[in-house]
């Protein structure tokens, strides 16, 4: 960017910073207020950093602000301002863009800031700089902590990171093309860090008690002054070459001279002496062409080795994603001054602050007190500086805050973390890779370190290497790192450096384990084993027979009656027989607290039983299932006996589910995973064995390719564990593959083999064994294609039959079998049996599994899917009756029919076990019973029911009878929810219009009280007329779906000035929402609509509740009477229980309730509607029956509905005659309940006459 091209503000911003004349900088008056600007400016930069790059062109920071800095250190404001500017310019390219941008404009100006900033890193490399900064942050040490203001803090942390900023810019490849030992832009950098003593104040914040607050900005800053350095090279810095070294060099040029030589003889022979004007043309035998014929080769014999087929076609261009990952690495040799002055950096660190600051920075990864990524200085300082330590005058003191399980455990963590994220993370997989092979070279560096104190001369030093190897071969997670990192490895994300640090990782640890367990007889190590259990097959429990049944019982009723029936406090508090938090239903946990009663007194645990019958009792005291409040001892001890003999549903075992592959669906059983820890005998051979997979030997391949750029350690690392598994494991097939021999066909072809005699050795050793395999195999040279598991090895060793005889897999179908399971199916597909495969496996000539079964129905086409042959769930549809069974149930039926609770008594001694609803439809199907009702309990009221007529108080018995009816048909229905999908579609119907009327009514007699109350609140308001609006509108929107047959919503528009009023008012909104009128949706609507889930009932029901008159009729003088003397009926029976006492109340407030209703036409002079009514009464002795104390179960009943609607319809004169009526029977005998409501009846027609 030109700097004619600037911001003409920014421009004289600048300007007014000052000027430079000569060597001294001339500030102008407003140089503060400037930068201050400066500052403000790069605040509201875009997203292409147009500030930041108009001000690099510039050259503020190298012009204006260092000048600055440097000669006007006493000015401290524009001091502080100026290094907060410069930290804001130095922050790296990748902080201000977020990552590297993948949009061409976007990333030039990426390489644009870039660009600037190493402007900015050699316009640093200035001494004088580094020791204005030096001396201005060691006179801020000098104050103590007391002393120090909040700004003399923010100055110390801003020169940090203005020195981490600019440590942090990379180098520029195009303009530093040094050699090693020249100085680039970066030693010039740490050189004047050296010379102006700022490295001495980095290592006191290090070290200082009073600083640790800058743990984390010192370790960066330090890991970033060694960015280019290696341990090794620091280490032999400034000393003599050895021996060792000498020898070292000279074998690698002697390599060197050694391929150019062969090279050399290569080119001799393939070129004749004379020289040939024409290249000729040759027949390369054996090879053929596209035809049948040879190749004809036209070039010259020297180049007959590189004929190809390929050649002349078009390069075939990888897409990037699978593109091997490329190795970021670069190392440089710095000039000998700065490795100089480096190493004695690396000691005095080591000496005295390697491990505060180590535990420092640990803890503040532990408690989360770093920001992202920290941990990965941690990590490279680790690495690096116990490298360094092994190899300058190695001792473990100095590193011992990092030589511990803590850290081993540390590590290990992280590279977990790291491979997760590489596989979640896709879009940064690079950098994730790249903190993984962090983390994996510090682990290498830990095992290093272990290794070289177990060679040490101090006895308690070897001690302690003993402990921390013996910990680490321990756990099966420190065990099995390395084994899983070779199976997981992706050349696509993970680069070669990573895998050559890997296999020696491997091989140093292999070599360590291997060492310590030939020492040792037999070494335990901890295993951890993921039980699966199969829950579909779980065993039968074999039940107990009568006699053993009869002896535990005479054992726990003994064991009861010697301790008095006394418990406990802990069996008394520990006995839970009820989770409320459960999604089990209270009924199935009901049976399931019956089985555990069971099962204690089956196990002989009497007062354990005893405890959870007590708890059972008091959670649910209804029923006296669990025995009365007020049971006796012995009632318990028979209570006990009953639970012991009585033959309780057992939970079914979840069966196995059936899924679809590869077109086919197959049974798949579900399984439950378990991690069992246990300690076992280590044994090194199986450990090897591990490693034989295909998984582990392609990465020690793919790191063999490059055998001569490889070291000769890292070729020896792969060749010992090729040879732990070809030679000591006797598995050299697993390297009977194509692309493994044509790598060891090049190593063998190689001019300087000479230089990899342990390759060459190894290779040929397998090349020979496949040749004697391949003379006794004639298939040999096809497995050449794949690679092999340890299966494939061993068939094609020992025979390919010879593994699969012992099998479970059973051999194909013949015809004759499919014959005899088509007949078998046939036969008993419609015998009604419960299961088909289970019937037909017994009956099979030849032992077949339930899948083998149903994969071959399926495939012969005798069922359309393995859908129709699942499993069924035990116990949940028998729907079959035998004839015995038929007997047993009329038998029980004859035996309980007069009984209080027939069905109940059936349920507990019927043998075939099945629902409520089943044993109820079969009674009605047999015509034991006309009506369901009949078969359920009976409950007797206290008090003697009268012989005739109907009372008050009988009424409101009846009244709330209705609602009883409503929650044990509600029970009834989650009942039968297991079997409501076998009912016919009219029950189903039938079901849903008896639940809709319910839900209705229940909706009515919730709103009626609120809605009378605010309809009287809004006419004191004078609200009437919106009132009486509003009920014109729910009347006509009734009429309109009656008559149309459709709901939608219907929008409340307000045409008049005074319902637009009413429309804003909140108590008005308030009536509308207790309506069920919704408000308008934000943003879409305007108006309020009325919602379409009300029917016409429900409609016309609010629309009366809203007439005013009959606000007005609560004030009349009869109703108070009435209501009086409903209060004062109510205070005569507070004698009765509590039960009764809430169903009077529910039974008053709907007595009131219908006394206020009043419908728009009264279609009371329809005699069938009448006639109906006075029909669908049932007999008096009907309702005696089913007056009572308690509520009483009984399914959905029509009759009843008709009841309270003939009730309510009637007008309100009709009424208060009935409530008149109900009051003088009260005083003398009742009639009859159908003779009075014909009364009713009638009283309206005269009045309407």
Known sequence: MDLFMMNCELLATCSALGFLEEDVYHKEPDCLESVKDLIRYLRHEDDTRDIRQQLGAGQILQNDLLPIITQHTQDKPLFDACIRLMVNLTQPALLCFGKVPD????????????????????????????????????????????????????????????????????????????????????????????????????????????????????????????????????????????????????????????????????????????????RGSYVIQGLKSVGEKDVIFHQGLHNYKNYSHDVGKPVRRVPKRKQMAQDSESQRRSALNVRLFLREFCIDFLENCYNRLMYLVKEGLIRERAQQHDETYYLWALTFFMAFNRGQDFRPDVVSETMSIRTFHFIEKNITNYYEMILTDKSDATSWSRRMHLALKAYQELLLTVNEMDRSKDENIRHSSSVIKSNIFYLMEFREIFLTLLRKFDERMQPRSFLRDL????????????????????????????????????????????????????????????????????????????????????????????????????????????????????????GETFGSVEVEPEEELELLKQILFTKLPRSVPVESALEEEDGVELEEEEELESVAVSEAEFNFLDFIKRFANPAVVRPYIILLRSYSQNSSHTNHCIARMLHRLAVDMKMDALLYQLSVFSLFNKILGDPAASAYQELVKFAKYVLNRFFVFAAQNNKAFVELLFWKNVGAVREMTEGYNKDREGTKKNSKWTPEEEEQLQRLYEEYKDSGVPDVVETLLPLLSSSRTRRDVVTRMVSMGLVDSVKDLKKERKGTRIVLWTEEQEQELQALFEEFKDSDDVLGNILKRITAKRSRARIVDKILSMGLVSDRRDLYKKRQRSAPARSTGMTEEEFFDVTGESQEKDMDIEEEEEEDKSVRDEDNEDQTASSAKGRQKIMSRNISSEKIHSLRNMVQTLQQQGLSGPVLWLQNCLNRTADDREEDGVSHPVALVPLTEENEDAMENRAFQKLLRTVGIRPPSDGQESFWRISPSLSVDQLRKLAVSLDPAETEAEGDPEGNQDTSRAVEMEEEEEEDDEDNQELRAQALRALLLSRQRKRTSVESKDSPSCEGSSDSVEPSDRIEKRISKKRSRVLDDDDDDDDQRDISDVDPLSRSKFDRSLDSERESPAAPAKRRYKRVLSDEEDQDN
């Open 103 to 278: 949009d061409p404009a976007f990333r030039h100006h990426f390489l644009q800031v870039t660009s600037y900033l190493q402007a900015y890193k050699e316009a640093f490399a200035d001494e004088k700089i580094f020791t204005v900064l030096s001396e201005t942050l060691y006179n801020l040490l000098q104050l103590d902590w007391e002393q120090r203001a909040e700004e003399d803090n923010l100055l110390i942390e801003r020169i940090l990171l203005l020195v981490r900023n600019v440590l942090h810019v990379p180098a520029d490849p195009y303009e530093e093309k040094n050699v090693d030992d020249d100085a680039s832009v970066h030693d010039k950098l740490l050189w004047a860090v050296h010379m102006s003593g700022l490295d001495d104040l980095l290592k006191f914040l290090a070290c200082a008690q009073s600083e640790q607050q800058w743990s984390f900005h010192i370790l960066e800053i330090i890991s970033l002054m060694f960015r280019d350095q290696t341990p090794e090279l620091l280490v032999n810095a400034g000393q003599m070459r050895s021996a060792q070294e000498k020898q070292k060099d000279m074998q690698e040029l002697e390599l060197l001279r050694q391929k150019e030589l062969a090279e050399k003889r290569s080119r001799t022979l393939l070129r004749g002496t004379r020289h040939s004007r024409f």
């Open 503 to 622: 296999v020696e990782s491997t091989h140093l640890f292999l070599r360590m384990l291997e060492r310590f367990c030939k020492g040792r007889n037999n070494l335990v190590v901890q295993k951890r084993r993921v039980k699966r259990r199969k829950r579909s097959k779980k065993s039968l429990q074999t039940e107990p027979s009568a006699e053993d049944l009869e002896q535990t019982w005479q054992i726990v009723s003994q064991e009861l009656i010697s301790s008095g029936f006394q418990l406990s406090e802990s069996l008394t508090e520990g006995a839970v027989p009820f989770d409320a938090a459960s999604e089990t239903p209270v009924s199935e946990q009901r049976t399931e607290a019956l089985v555990k009663i069971q099962d204690c007194i089956i196990s002989r645990s009497g007062p354990e039983a005893l405890s959870l019958l007590r708890a059972a009792r008091a959670v649910w005291p209804e």
